[in-house]
């Protein structure tokens, strides 16, 4: 089948552009098998020039599945749109009490709290400062692959628990739900991959780090080990960084990765605003069938 975009690796293992595509048309369904497969092929990939709004991104998203209201805790979606994030150092500034670009600014995967993370984030721009507030991506399948056979071997057996930290919250509505409803999970600390059979390494610090607790280690090693792992998932042959320009999207396999928006930019005083739609993922399971189990909290579906 002869391809009718364009894929443009941005590093070794991690992230492609794909050109050729408007998110703005009603694509066909070979068209999005192609993005599919670029998607699960680099983890990550971006489009840029596209000139899309709330209902755009939610319907091409639709393409891949279904999609979520916009947040476990989101109270206050644009109007008209409950399936939207907005990213907006605007509202951070009221959370937070200080200029920042992003609510998480620590390495993370999406929602790893709930039992059923997103399968897929799609992220795109709308109000950019000048310079800097890029975001970086890592590939999770490209870690775990690289990893001694002995402590993969030890790794797959291990789960770890992942809780949504709301410290960093002032007092807010916001804070008052997360304590109200708790998540709270054990995830394998490898799933394996429900469409390409891959094995990804699934720990993240912005979900894993107020724990520190894998199951049967204890605190203190599940903290040497998880910070080892991250030490190694976080080197930057793994990774890729991606400038935002106005008309950007990033479309990433949350199965499959972690992301980082670099806190370089709220200091400056410029807003960064973006908006995040997710895609209805499954419960992961391990390398031996074992799946997720959920401690505190429902799972999230879409429609």
Do not use: C
């Not at 699960?40 to 279904?66: C, N, S, T, Y």
């Amino acid at each position: 089948m002869a391809r009718t975009i364009t894929v443009l690796p941005q590093s070794g293992y991690t992230g492609a552009e794909i050109a050729g595509v408007d998110l703005a048309q009603d694509l066909s369904d070979e068209v999005i098998t192609e993005i599919r497969q670029a998607l699960l092929k680099w983890k990550v990939v971006f489009f840029r020039d596209q000139a899309i709004g709330h209902a755009e991104q939610i319907a091409f998203a639709r393409r891949f599945g279904k999609v979520t209201p916009a947040h476990p805790y989101e109270d206050n979606p644009p109007e008209g749109f409950p399936e939207i994030l907005p990213i907006d150092s605007r509202r951070y500034d009221v959370q937070h009490g200080r200029k920042r670009t992003s609510y998480d600014s620590s390495w993370h995967t999406d929602v790893t709290a709930l039992v059923n993370p997103p399968a897929f984030s799609i992220l795109r721009a709308d109000i950019l400062p000048p310079y800097g507030g890029d975001t970086a991506w890592t590939n999770l399948v490209a870690v775990y692959e690289n990893l001694p056979a002995e402590l993969r071997d030890f790794v797959d057996n291990l789960d770890a628990e992942h809780t949504f930290d709301n410290r960093s919250v002032r007092r807010s509505n916001r804070a008052e739900a997360i304590e109200s409803n708790p998540l709270r999970t054990f995830h394998p600390v490898v799933r394996v991959h429900p469409e390409t059979g891959e094995r990804a390494l699934f720990v993240s610090p912005g979900f894993t780090r107020r724990a520190k607790n894998i199951r049967n280690l204890g605190p203190r090693l599940s903290s040497y080990l998880l910070d080892a792992l991250w030490e190694e998932a976080t080197r930057t042959e793994y990774t890729v960084r991606f400038r935002w320009q106005p008309g950007s999207v990033a479309f990433w396999d949350n199965r499959a990765t972690a992301h980082l928006a670099i806190s370089d930019a709220g200091h400056l005083g410029h807003d960064r605003v973006l908006y995040r739609v997710t895609i209805e993922g499954d419960v992961p399971q391990g390398v031996d069938g074992r799946l997720s189990e959920s401690v505190e909290g429902e799972p999230f579906y879409g429609s």
